[in-house]
């Protein structure tokens, strides 16, 4: 079964970081562009980074660019979001993405005192 499995998050302080994972199975990783989505309480889905199949093209909306970085290892199939300089305003359910259709199940992050 084509699946996505998020990992890495949590509750974390102002300016600290996190790096979240997702794990890929059942399909050939390496063939399509990942992407990591977010939705806060009350707020809709947002796209937050995106990577080309190979990782040779990345974009990141504007909010984080200069924080976050979204690599990907193909050899492992899974895809990572590194992110520094957290704010209270990043948390929320962090969402890994295939192309334009399957999702992850999602995962928690709390930037908080």
């Known amino acids: 079964q084509r699946q996505l499995v998020e990992s890495g998050g949590g509750l974390v302080q102002p300016g600290g970081s996190l790096r979240l994972s997702c794990a890929a199975s059942d399909f050939t990783f390496g063939y399509y562009p990942m992407s990591w989505y977010r939705q806060a309480p009350g707020k809709e889905r947002e796209l937050v980074a995106r990577i080309s199949s190979t990782g040779d093209s990345t974009y990141y909306t504007d909010s984080v660019k200069g924080r976050f970085t979204i690599s990907r290892d193909n050899v492992k199939n899974t895809v990572y979001l590194q992110m520094n300089s957290l704010k209270p305003e990043d948390t929320a359910i962090y969402y890994c993405?295939?192309?334009?259709?399957?999702w992850g199940q999602g995962i928690q992050v709390t930037v908080s005192s």
């Open positions: 993405r295939r192309g334009d259709d399957i």
